[in-house]
């Protein structure tokens, strides 16, 4: 059922930038700065990862300062938004296989420290897997960051239109336009799986920042809806305008649709 959230005070904050390497370079150091802050309070940084061409030049700087500025990542306890169902961890499409080769395996994060939902199991199982996957979130206090990228269609995570407000860790059926967009990767849209885990709209409302990175032409529209469009199910990133902590951080070319 769709529903809308009516506010007059919403507390959008726009991050833009000429080129996706200066977005992402921005990302990148907000991490980083996190990270290092943390690691002088002795403490955790806890960070919700994300999947997608998006954040892959936010991971390289990342990389690039483990290697050449001294930034260590032991003190990372990492989360990432969403898996396939099912998937192997092992294939090339799954995000398991995409955060080791993307960050994980370039960078001193403990591997026992990393949290993708694991998807090559029955459903039989699933609900529980998802709680407890919730609970070692919450447990350690929320994230401290939560990293976005967007779907065409408003998704977060995987939260399709129509995602509720406050669900949390769940299987979720995959929309279509989503499937469509995976097909390149899968090399058909039969082998697309139908849905996935992901973690809620309100697992990742709890996060103390949030940035959502939107890059490229290709979410110029989907991007004028999620910021300036009304806050509703139909379009799961718009929620984040009703959040004080969330950001939107965009390249010039996914500006382009914004009309105010
Ligand atoms: C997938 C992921 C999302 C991601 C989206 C956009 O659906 N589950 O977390 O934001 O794709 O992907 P891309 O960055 O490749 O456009």
Redesign the pocket.
């Known amino acids: 059922m769709k529903k809308n959230i009516q506010t007059t005070s919403t507390h959008k904050k726009l991050n833009l930038f000429q080129d996706a390497e200066a977005a992402s370079l921005f990302v990148a150091h907000q991490i980083a700065e996190l990270i290092r802050e943390k690691e002088k309070q002795a403490k955790p940084a806890v960070l919700g990862l ?6 892959k030049g936010v991971y390289q700087e990342l990389i690039r300062l483990h290697r050449n500025e001294g930034l260590s990542f032991k003190n990372v306890i990492s989360f990432n ?2 898996e396939y169902y099912p998937i192997l961890p092992d294939d090339q499409q799954s995000y398991t296989y995409f955060m080791r080769q993307y960050l994980f395996k370039h960078v001193d994060i403990k591997p026992e420290q990393t949290h993708i939902p694991h998807t090559d199991f029955s459903e039989e199982g699933i609900a529980q897997y998802c709680q407890d996957y919730e609970d070692k979130i919450q447990s350690l206090g929320g994230m401290d960051f939560q990293l ?4 065409r269609n408003g ?4 939260n399709e239109p129509g995602s509720d407000f406050e669900s949390k860790t769940r299987l979720v059926n995959l929309d279509s336009l ?1 499937r469509e ?2 097909k390149a990767a899968f090399g058909s849209l039969d082998k697309v799986p139908e849905k996935a885990i992901s973690v809620g709209v309100q697992t990742i409302s709890k996060a103390k920042k949030i940035l959502l990175l939107a890059l490229g032409e290709r979410k110029s529209e989907i991007m004028q809806q999620a910021i300036n469009g009304e806050i509703t199910t139909e379009v799961p990133a718009s929620f984040l305008q009703s959040l004080s902590q969330a950001e939107f951080v965009l390249d010039a070319s996914a500006a382009r649709g914004l009309s105010s």
Request: net charge negative; glycine share 22%; charged share 10%.
């Open positions: 994300a999947t997608g061409n998006t954040p938004l969403d976005l990228g967007i779907g998704h977060i995570g995987f989503t967009d995976a």
